[in-house]
């Protein structure tokens, strides 16, 4: 069975002068019809709708149809990609390679050159640091999974025998966009939770001269991850983002908004114990912990594993994972949200649910808690009065403030005006 | 005359992996196995609700996801007292098989193939040829088609004409080992893509229950995904039907496309069932998924395959299989980067474990680690003092030692088809090997004994699937301690916990990537990964530039090194953390 043949040796590459086949060209010749490929854009259509794209792009700008992304996408070459893994789990890797999207591998190959990933190149040790080394010299997208432990000078992790914080440096020095994907990238997540044994930190503690947009969640969402790549293909720009650096395509709405659920939390009909009538009747999950009342994530809309299910739906409450430091801030877990440590939200679900059992009052009253404690930020750490939680300063996201260009007639805010206390 | 070979970053894992040798004429001599990476999980856990410490320690691995969780509640539930239901654990059986098959389909096709596959190779192919091959080595994968193997190649070809490579970029593909016909190659990468496309499908079992993945959620006490048929917002006939569907999937994926490859692959490279030993120890508490909250001498179990009894192998020999007894594993750190304070060569049990990192090698950038005593994160667990091999072999050869039919009729049928003999298993093809046949063995248990059961008890009307009685803090005793093992897709994994004035006072976990890719012990006795490739002096490396030889055995691990590294607080000592 053995074969003497030679296969033909790899093609070098030429960072920055390859002449790529355009994407759309690759599709026909790869026999992707329009037509299904129109319909994977659609779902890339939807997913930037969910976001409010009056706050998410400038009113002029043409709508976001499918056939729009069709022909921005058609027309791209392949541009270079690094993807890091730095100190993180691979979590966000795997829902990576779980986005949605009949032909995503086809789209994938030919959508992107991904010519560093630890997780799933084909080279290893001097090979794919050379791979490394060549694509961060020229232009390229950088995609960066997990944080920067900066205790220990940089031993606690090392790749090719450089700490983590000098790896990402090198990366971002000719990088064109930055994504930091997932909670560790974006705060440190698990590892930075007390005491923070290694020292970690999001990327944006260490590129501060160009702006990183925030993919969070542990694991954010897999469609979320490629349509924030394909949001910069497409748009040729970042995309608008919040106080916390999220695009709002997929962050301006909190889980409250838009659970299913959210008529029981109005009706005040609350789950008590995971296994009474009603957690069978799906009932509001609030009084067991539910983090969705101040967790900006699009988990109800696009939900999990290609529509499957998500976290409320298979009876679980929210952890509140898309949150800056939703370890430390919203733990205990199971302990109900306005006595969570720090929150200071003086409205229980009793209070709220039985007091102002109606169609708005009721969601009103704990978005009025949550609201007084938000402050306007134009980009984060820059404004606003921080909050004390478990001892350390923490900022509530504010997904009502516009980017700068965004004009000024665009809706602020779409929902239920959040006026003094209107709580019980 | 020797020569330094590093190998880093080990790609195709999770995590941070290095590997430094010393070879000497095309062999390898020395080898050191380095994790370059260190998180303190597990001091993070401690002074926290115990019924949160699973969303923690889940986050240990993405890969190896929900396993962390599952050993994370058994364990506070073996704490506490908490008694779940047994829909619940028919649950977690059933999100742990799938899990398992997931994984290890993972990891044959997109963490491994490119070690035996030439990628550009496959553009040289014919279709028509390939589906030939397919056919000829028993594959019935619906995708072995003319028009697929046409659109891979076409693929494949595109990708070599666009001059960017995308992750093929830098494979050693001039290597003059890759032995694969170009039909053969072209029919797995075109199963690779395959492979992709189902892994989606096939996780969703565990999004039913979990409500997303990575990472998905699990309960204290039971799970919160409530079952009742006649209701809309509960798991109901609905999402039985579509598990169902998912269940058959993935049996079919692996009996027509996997096994076969595997076989077939593995075959070719036939040599390398002579390359690639470790220690001949193993160990396993039973087939995978065996799950003990406890004591598995003595505690109750959940098992598809409850005749399968814990147990350890010792010395290569087959025909013995010795109790299993927790209190012999201990972990070692005379060549990791800790200290203990009773002196840093000393065992300690995972209940009395300490944790403590104390940094000591070079400031990075470094060129070379393995001059230190100490040169790894990773602890090096020893069963009675011995390295032993944890994984798909030591569940494999256990359960054939003990006869377990299914066991025996698919590894006598490969060992017949390849001409090997059942020890052989203990090698880098082996490895590649035993994983196939275990995720069959696997596959067939979801299919046949777990949601069956699921599916049975509910039409006797059985939906509970949450233990109340515990959930309340104070009916916790004021300390309890806990441990659960479960046998997951890489290997053993516990967890041990302590559980204070309702707080976790201290926690551990033991994993099965420390067990394999830990360094020397006190005792100079290298862990598996480094005797599988020093152990015999004659593991062959063609070329110090293109390592494909060492990746190959390391690989055959499926290494998964953010589970590896672990650390404890123990009670009230002060974590050191080194800055300087």
């Known amino acids: 069975m053995t074969s003497s043949l030679t296969p033909p040796g790899p093609a070098p590459i030429d960072v920055g002068r390859w002449r790529a086949p355009t994407l759309g060209e690759n599709l026909e010749q790869s026999g992707v019809s329009r037509r299904d490929f129109l319909a994977f854009c659609g779902v890339l259509a939807g997913i930037f709708a969910m976001g409010d794209t009056a706050l998410a792009r400038p009113a002029s700008a043409e709508p976001l149809t499918a056939e729009l992304i069709a022909d921005k996408l058609s027309a791209v070459t392949k541009p270079n990609v690094v993807w890091l893994q730095l100190q993180e789990c691979t979590g966000c890797m795997e829902s990576t390679l779980r986005s949605g999207g009949t032909t995503i591998e086809e789209a994938v190959l030919s959508l992107l050159s991904v010519n560093y990933n630890e997780l799933v190149m084909a080279a290893a040790g001097d090979a794919a640091n050379k791979a490394l080394d060549e694509t961060n010299k020229s232009d390229h997208i950088l995609v960066v999974n997990g944080s920067i432990p900066r205790g220990a000078n940089g031993a606690y992790c090392t790749i090719g025998g450089k700490s983590a914080e000098q790896v990402l440096r090198e990366s971002a020095e000719h990088a064109s966009a930055i994504l930091a994907v997932g909670a560790c990238a974006v705060w440190g997540s698990v590892q930075a939770s007390k005491p923070n044994p290694t020292g970690a930190v999001g990327v944006d503690e260490i590129i501060t001269d160009k702006p990183v947009v925030n993919i969070s969640g542990c694991p954010p969402i897999g469609e979320v991850i490629t349509a924030a790549v394909a949001y910069v293909l497409t748009q040729g720009e970042l995309p608008a983002v919040d106080g916390e650096g999220r695009p709002t395509f997929a962050y301006d709405q909190r889980i409250h908004d838009s659970c299913p659920r959210r008529p029981h939390y109005d009706a005040g009909q609350f789950v008590r114990t995971f296994d009474d009538e009603g957690a069978r009747m799906g009932w509001c999950l609030y009084d067991v912990g539910c983090k969705g009342p101040s967790t900006f994530s699009a988990c109800p809309v696009i939900q999990w594993n290609l529509h499957t299910s998500w976290p409320i739906g298979a009876g679980h409450p929210c952890i509140g994972c898309t949150e800056k430091h939703f370890f430390d801030r919203f733990t205990p877990f199971y302990q109900t949200l306005p006595n969570v440590p720090g929150l200071g939200v003086e409205a229980t679900a009793e209070k709220v649910g039985w007091g102002l059992v109606g169609a708005t009052a009721a969601g009103v009253g704990i978005h009025a808690g949550l609201t007084a404690l938000r402050r306007s930020l134009a980009r984060k750490r820059t404004a606003g009065e921080p909050l004390e939680a478990l001892g350390e300063k923490v900022w509530l996201p504010d997904p009502s403030v516009r980017p700068a260009d965004a004009p000024a007639d665009a809706p602020a805010d779409r929902r239920p005006a959040a006026g003094p206390s209107q709580e019980g | ?580």
């Open chain 2, 1 to 580: 005359m020797s020569t330094r070979v590093v190998i880093d970053p080990l790609t195709r894992i999770e995590g941070h992996l290095r590997i430094e040798l010393e070879t000497e004429g095309g062999a390898i001599r020395k080898a050191w196995s380095e994790t370059t990476q260190f998180r303190g999980i597990e001091t993070i856990v401690q002074d926290r609700d115990p019924r949160d410490a699973w969303a923690f320690v889940q986050r240990i691995c993405g890969v190896c996801t929900s396993v962390h969780a599952i050993a994370s509640v058994v364990a506070v539930e073996n704490a506490i007292g908490a008694n779940p239901p047994r829909q619940a654990r028919l649950i977690r059986d059933i999100v742990l098989a799938s899990q398992e098959v997931q994984d290890h389909v993972i990891h044959f096709y997109h963490l491994h193939a490119l070690d035996w596959v030439n990628v550009p190779s496959a553009a040289t192919a014919d279709p028509a040829k390939a589906v030939e091959f397919a056919r000829s080595i028993g594959s019935t994968w619906k995708g072995n088609t003319i028009e697929r193997m046409t659109a891979v190649r076409d693929t494949v070809q595109q990708i070599l004409d666009s001059g960017q490579l995308s992750i093929f970029t830098g494979g050693y593909w001039d290597h003059p080992d890759y032995r694969l016909p170009a039909e053969a190659n072209l029919m797995a990468v075109a199963h690779y893509l395959d492979a992709l496309e189902f892994q989606r499908s096939m996780i969703r079992i565990g999004t039913v229950f979990g409500g997303k993945n990575p990472h998905p959620n699990f309960l204290v006490g039971g799970m919160a995904c409530t079952i009742d048929l006649d209701r809309s917002e509960s798991i109901n006939q609905v999402q039985l039907d579509q598990i169902a569907d998912w269940v058959a999937e993935t049996r079919d994926f692996v009996a027509s496309c996997y096994l076969p490859d595997a076989l077939a692959i593995m075959g070719v490279y036939k040599d390398y069932f002579d390359i690639g030993a470790a220690q001949p120890n193993y160990l396993a508490v039973g087939l995978a998924g065996a799950t003990f909250g406890g004591d598995p001498g003595a505690s109750r179990t959940t098992s598809a395959h409850t005749e399968v009894k814990p147990g350890v192998l010792l010395d290569g020999d087959l025909s013995t299989v010795h109790p299993f007894d927790p209190t012999k594993i201990a972990e070692y750190i005379a060549s990791a980067w800790y200290t203990y304070q009773d002196g840093d060569d000393a065992g300690l049990a995972p209940a009395q474990g300490e944790t403590t990192p104390q940094y000591t090698g070079p400031k990075p950038p470094f060129e070379w680690l393995a001059d230190a005593d100490k040169y790894t994160w990773c602890k090096a667990p020893r069963y009675d003092g011995k390295p032993v091999q944890v994984g798909p072999v030591a569940r494999i050869l256990l359960a054939y030692a003990q006869g377990h039919q299914r066991t025996c009729e698919l590894v006598d049928d490969a060992a017949g088809k390849l001409g090997i003999t059942v020890d052989q298993l203990n090698s880098t093809a082996g490895r590649t090997l035993a994983r196939a046949v275990e995720a069959m063995i696997s596959a067939e248990a979801l299919a046949e004994v777990t949601f069956p059961q699921l599916v049975d008890n509910l039409k006797k009307g059985d939906i509970d699937v949450f233990d109340n009685s515990r959930w309340d803090p104070s009916t916790w005793p004021d300390k309890g301690e806990g441990f659960s093992f479960v046998e997951v897709a890489r290997g053993n994994l516990s967890h041990w916990v302590t559980v204070e004035d309702g707080k976790v006072a201290r926690y551990q976990a033991v994993v099965p990537t420390t067990w394999l890719a830990g360094g020397r012990d006190a005792d100079g006795q290298q862990g598996p990964y480094e005797e599988s490739l020093a152990g015999a002096g004659s593991h062959p490396l063609h070329d110090a530039a293109q390592p494909l030889e060492p990746l190959r055995t390391i690989h055959s691990f499926d290494p998964c090194m953010s589970c590896a590294v672990h650390v404890l607080d123990v009670e009230g000592a002060e974590l050191q953390v080194v800055t300087s």
